[in-house]
């Protein structure tokens, strides 16, 4: 059954505006689960911006469904994952001056260094996903990392325009389609929201969507529980 994962990044990100103690990432954790939440998702940056290792370390305590930490493949973050054992990490890009993370890892062209990073994590129990393109040339370059997921980015679908949108959820499908036959277990993320969803859900192979902003866009206005509980709806193409 397809999942979903809330990914608690934006609650540090306010907190972090004023670096005080509210709003607490680990209760907006403990709020989302209590919803229907299936796993929480949390980003370590290099430069610390939004969540810390501190709330890493708390979420590994407390975390009932699955903690699904995000990187980069540094060996400062491989030591904090091989440290913490969250349920599975997820390798993602990471530039200083982004805003949010901008398009997938480049696999193919840091073969050897993702391989050793996967093989390294991997080898103590601990399952790895790399956020890509839907991109063939990326998605057989996973493969060869032995990795057990992909995640694909989304990020192209969701800021399509409305002509555009169908041309981009042929690459997702496309880009599943390839990721079966070589054997990966396929998630997604990046820009969906309660209008786009559900098209990227009924995706062949698809397991699990990780979605942060939109959801705590509308938890801000809501409820972090109505919030999340519609989102899991729109998902399932119910109304809410």
């Not at 370390?57 to 699955?66: D, G, K, P, Y």
């Amino acid at each position: 059954m397809l999942t979903l994962g809330v990914n608690i990044d934006h609650v540090a990100t306010i907190r972090q505006a004023r670096r005080t103690v509210e709003p607490d990432p680990i209760a907006a954790a403990v709020l989302a689960e209590l919803a229907g939440a299936d796993g929480i998702t949390a980003h370590l940056r290099e430069d610390r911006r939004h969540i810390q290792e501190r709330d890493v370390e708390i979420l590994r305590q407390t975390v009932r469904t699955h903690l699904n930490l995000e990187m980069a493949a540094t060996q400062e973050m491989v030591a904090i994952a091989l440290k913490l054992k969250p349920d599975y990490v997820t390798l993602v890009p990471e530039r200083r001056e982004e805003v949010t993370t901008e398009g997938g890892l480049d696999v193919a062209g840091n073969l050897d260094h993702i391989l050793g990073v996967v093989h390294e994590l991997q080898a103590q129990d601990i399952p790895v996903s790399l956020f890509i393109d839907p991109d063939p040339s990326q998605i057989e370059a996973a493969a060869e990392t032995q990795t057990q997921f992909i995640e694909l980015h989304t990020g192209k679908y969701a800021n399509a325009s409305y002509q555009d949108e169908g041309i981009e959820l042929g690459s997702l499908s496309t880009a599943c389609d390839i990721a079966l036959e070589l054997g990966l277990r396929i998630n997604a993320g990046h820009g969906l929201t309660y209008w786009n969803v559900r098209p990227v859900a009924e995706l062949p192979g698809m397991e699990e969507l990780n979605i942060g902003h939109s959801i705590m866009s509308r938890a801000i206005l809501v409820g972090m529980e109505r919030a999340v509980r519609e989102m899991k709806l729109a998902m399932l193409r119910q109304p809410f």
